[in-house]
């Protein structure tokens, strides 16, 4: 190598040392300026902030992973009324309405006489009904999962299953929550907002469609019919 050639690359290579971040973050001129310095006092060097800060990726909890692995609804597992884990895969090929449900709403004496009627009408062309109770909106579900249980089949005559009592907002949701949640927001954001909110769910465990507590279970009668395929 030249004299010459050998003073330019000395040259190229005190520039890329100056200009490097470890060179810049360490010294003295630019740790004094205070536009650079760390805003919350940290020991991390500005560089370190700004370019890896920026890339890092949220870490998750193995709840949440574990219902964003999920693909469909059948790959969930919820509980009855008396405990028992049912597995939702034993309602494959089935068109699924689910609905978050409560017993002192206002919406309850108009919802779940519509919710029978339209159980009773399209059971054997393959609907199916999940109610999950919840006492996270006003405290409207007071009641324990057998007391649930007696006031829906004694004063609505519900046929259709009516799960344990979950929550459906916060970290305690159900992971079946979460799901539907994620594959279906709402207007004011995901979280369900009141008792009565509902799930459209294909026949390939797919969520279709979400509906607001104040849209009655016969009004959805058509888009029920479309996925059963009932003229």
Request: hydrophobic share 35%.
């Amino acid at each position: 190598m030249s004299c010459s050639s050998a003073r330019v690359f000395s040259n190229l290579a005190q520039r890329i040392l100056v200009f490097s971040p470890r060179t810049l973050a360490n010294s003295p001129l630019i740790s004094s300026v205070s536009p650079f310095s760390h805003p919350i006092g940290s020991k991390r060097s500005w560089f370190s902030t700004r370019f890896c800060g920026a890339n890092r990726t949220p870490v998750l909890s193995n709840r949440s992973m574990a219902t964003q692995s999920k693909q469909s609804v059948y790959d969930f597992t919820v509980k009855d009324a008396k405990g028992q884990e049912v597995d939702l895969s034993k309602y494959r090929g089935k068109v699924l309405l689910i609905v978050n449900v409560a017993s002192q709403c206002g919406f309850t004496n108009s919802n779940y006489p519509e919710l029978t009627t339209l159980y009773q009408k399209y059971k054997d062309q393959g609907l199916e009904i999940l109610g999950f109770p919840s006492n996270q909106f006003n405290g409207q579900e007071p009641g324990s999962n057998e007391e649930i249980q007696e006031f829906v089949c004694t004063r609505f005559k519900a046929e259709y299953p009516v799960f344990a009592k979950v929550d459906v907002n916060g970290k305690n949701a159900d992971p079946l929550y979460g799901f539907l949640k994620s594959s279906k927001g709402g207007l004011l954001g995901d979280s369900i907002k009141w008792n009565f909110t509902k799930f459209l769910v294909d026949k390939e465990g797919k969520v279709v469609d979400r509906y607001a507590p104040t849209t009655t279970p016969l009004s959805i009668e058509k888009d029920i019919k479309k996925l059963l395929g009932v003229a």
